[in-house]
Every structure is written in C-alpha cells, then in structure tokens.
C-alpha cells in the first residue's frame, strides 16, 4: 500500500514524537509544492515557446449523487450537488480555470455570479457547485455557468452552459369539505 504524500502535520499522533518532525515534515510538503509550481511554469513556458492555441469545449454538467441523477438527469433542486465539466485542449496540466454560475434571469446577472476555480487535469477540467440561491437571484432563477482561461497557451472561453432548475409544483387541497 503506497504512503499518502500528505498527512496531517499538525497533528502529533500520526507517529510524531517532537516539534523537530513536524517542522521536518512541513517544509517537505513546501518543498513538493515548490516543485509543482515549477514544474506548472515550465508546461507554461514550453506552451508559449511552442504557440499551442488553447481551447475549451464541450461543457456539460452531471450530478455528484447517482441516486439523483437517476431520479433527475436532466434538472437540479436546490441543494444538489453537481459537476460542472469541460474539456480542454493545449492548456497544460494545472493551469487554472475560472467557473462563473449566475442567474441570466436577474435583472443584475452580475449581482448573482458564484466564482469558482479549478485546475486541469488529463485534458479536463472539473469543478463541484451546490445548488444554492442567493439574495440577488430572481423569483424563477434561470442558472447557466461558463468558464474562462487565460495563460501563456492564448485564452479560452465556452459559452454559457443552462444547469434547468426543477420547477416544484405546490399541490393544491381543498379544504371546504
């Protein structure tokens, strides 16, 4: 079984016996750190060197929860959490990638923007939203999320993606009889 890269450092119970170690074992996780953003810059730089034109397609977005994305594949409720996904294309592994969620029914769709950030990974890029519903949204929200990048590798953008909202039906009972 392969050791985790990282643990718990803060914590003296995982085997550590004095301040030293732990003080050891932090700066060799900002040593590992150090080396990816390096190693991130230099995939940067050959990209520029080699003009690779950057490209973000098919965005599409999926339940987290199996069980409700058989229940409802193609809408979200409030409090799901979903998968916002996009694939990419001459954008190096660990480039950051900008998700905005809004509500393009506001009458400030601005207003209604949830930010996220996620890296590239094996051509992908992946990030997880809970459905929620903020103060600035309108009455019958409609959600849409697009993603950005920027880099040495050009800029890349796709459209808005529709997340539909399930429309909850309030059932009606006679109380007269």
């Keep these: 079984m392969e050791k985790p890269k990282f643990r718990d450092i803060n914590h003296l119970g995982w085997g550590y016996t004095s301040e030293k170690q732990v003080q050891k074992e932090k700066e060799e996780q ?9 190693h991130s810059d230099a995939m940067e730089q050959t990209a520029r060197k080699e003009n690779f034109k950057a490209e973000m397609f098919d965005p599409k977005w999926f339940h987290f929860d199996p069980e409700r994305a058989e229940q409802s594949p193609d809408s979200v409720i409030y409090g799901d959490k979903i998968i916002l996904h996009v694939k990419t ?47 600035n949204d ?40």
Excluded: H
Aim: aromatic share 8%.
């Design 138 to 177: 309108s009455a019958e929200p409609d959600f849409k999320f697009s993603a950005s990048y920027e880099g040495y590798s050009g800029n890349a953008s796709i459209r808005s993606t529709p997340i539909p909202l399930e429309r909850i039906k309030l059932l009606e009972f006679d109380l007269s009889e």
């Design 89 to 135: 294309k001459d954008i190096v592994k660990g480039a950051g990638v900008d998700f905005v969620v809004a509500d393009s029914a506001a009458k400030s769709s601005w207003l209604t923007e949830r930010k996220l950030r996620a890296r590239v990974k094996n051509d992908t890029v992946e990030t997880q939203w809970v459905v929620d519903r903020n103060k």
């Design 30 to 38: 900002k040593r590992l750190a150090q080396e990816d953003m390096e």
